[in-house]
């Protein structure tokens, strides 16, 4: 994606680890009943994201390497970058298995995978062990998931054994195996966006019941409900843990869609829905991990074998609708299907100069950002654009940026 030297040094440094403010001390799954943001603890480690976003976006380097040094030695939400920590080489081919999802040998995995690519190639390490951690994509917050497939963007070879082993350590299975499509389905969903405005509907029928249903499962923190998730986990990343364990027809039902043979129809369906549903809250944070995410998605499913590429699919649908559901909210189904209505035919004229002189200066304000999500939203959302013959909703939904949350703030 670039030639920049500055990139490709950055991705490469070691330094720092993959979470910080990951106090050993802190853990069950206890927070404000109200709390929809994910805990101030445990975060991932977003710097070289933003080095990715910042060089696609265009920024000089002396502009991407003062983020990084600034990101690393402050964060936007007020605590420091953790020191990278060591490996023991507690990892091999005979137990990798064993502590996938148990948060433990983040190093060791790293050393693993780098020993196992060196070994076989990248190529071949992906396809041998991402289809096993494929349903665990949602954990971290999807942030595993981004740093790998932003990585294969870039081009990192470092930057994707990271990404492989924080999929490893974070893993938090979204139950792909309960998938399965309704027998004599009245629906027939032929496009995400159908998929979507159906799920939107129950909950705008049944909305007291649904938001009921995930309040009261949050809540449970009995060790039976709580059995089989981490006990470090807090906030949304509890939540999203708790929903995607106990799961719901609406959530495992398999869209017709999904068994397309054109990926890049699924993808480009995929990209519309997620940002209706983010323009349907503009700026959300949650709402836009959905987008960055799909992109990392994206760049890993392209390496894997076709048998492999509708259980991604599957696995990423399954796993949004966690997210969302474990908000125990839903966007209107009125809200989204005006915004449909408002952008399914609407694309901005080849001719029409003005549409990316807006690009142009959103792209100016993003890398301008302390909140490394927005130049993430707008480098994601520009490439869509432009393969998608410039349909206007990737650029209006790029126009809104996201605030960092005052919940995840140093005090």
């Not at 064993?98 to 076989?120: K, S």
Request: net charge negative; with cysteine; aromatic share 10%.
């Amino acid at each position: 994606m670039t030639d920049l030297p500055v990139v490709d040094r950055l991705l490469n440094d070691r330094t720092h680890y993959i979470e910080f403010n990951s106090d050993p001390g802190l853990t069950g799954p206890a927070f404000p009943a109200d709390r929809l943001l994910p805990s101030a603890r445990h975060l991932s480690n977003h710097a070289k994201h933003a080095v990715i976003a910042l060089a696609g976006l265009g920024a000089p380097p002396d502009t991407i390497e003062a983020y990084y040094r600034t990101y690393t030695s402050l964060t936007p939400y007020g605590y420091a970058l953790e020191p990278a920590r060591v490996s023991r080489q507690a990892v091999s081919e005979e137990n990798w298995e064993q502590f996938v999802g148990a948060r433990l040998h983040f190093a060791d995995y790293c050393d693993f995978f780098d020993r196992r690519e060196r070994e076989i190639g990248l190529d071949e390490l992906l396809r041998r062990y991402v289809p096993r951690l494929l349903p665990g994509w949602a954990g971290a917050f999807t942030h595993a998931t981004i740093h790998l497939g932003w990585a294969l963007d870039a081009g990192n070879r470092w930057m994707a054994i990271e990404g492989l082993a924080y999929l490893a350590f974070s893993y938090v299975s979204c139950h792909p195996e309960r998938a399965a499509p309704l027998l004599d389905d009245p629906f027939g969903d032929e496009r995400a966006v159908d998929s979507l405005l159906r799920v939107a509907g129950a909950w705008e029928d049944d909305h007291e019941t649904l938001r009921q249903w995930a309040e009261t499962l949050v809540a449970d923190t009995s060790p039976d409900a709580t059995a089989g998730i981490h006990p470090a986990l807090a906030g949304l990343q509890y939540r999203i843990a708790r929903v995607l364990g106990e799961g719901h027809p609406l959530i495992h039902r398999t869209p017709a869609w999904t068994d397309g043979r054109d990926d890049s129809e699924i993808w480009e369906q995929l990209y519309y829905a997620v940002t209706l549903v983010y323009l349907a809250t503009p700026g959300d944070f949650v709402a836009l991990h959905l987008i960055t995410s799909l992109h990392a998605m994206e760049e890993i499913t392209a390496r894997l074998p076709d048998d492999q590429r509708r259980h991604a699919v599957t696995c990423y649908w399954t796993g949004i609708l966690g997210i969302l559901f474990s908000r125990a909210e839903f966007p209107s189904r009125t809200n989204l299907a005006e915004l449909h209505a408002r952008f399914e035919k609407s694309f901005d004229s080849a001719m029409d100069t003005a549409k990316d002189e807006e690009w142009e200066r959103n792209a100016a304000r993003a890398i301008g950002q302390v909140e490394e999500h927005n130049p993430k939203l707008v480098y994601v959302l520009r490439r869509v654009w432009k393969r998608s013959r410039r349909r206007s909703v990737y650029r209006v939904a790029a126009g809104h940026f996201t605030p960092t949350p005052e919940a995840l703030r140093a005090a």
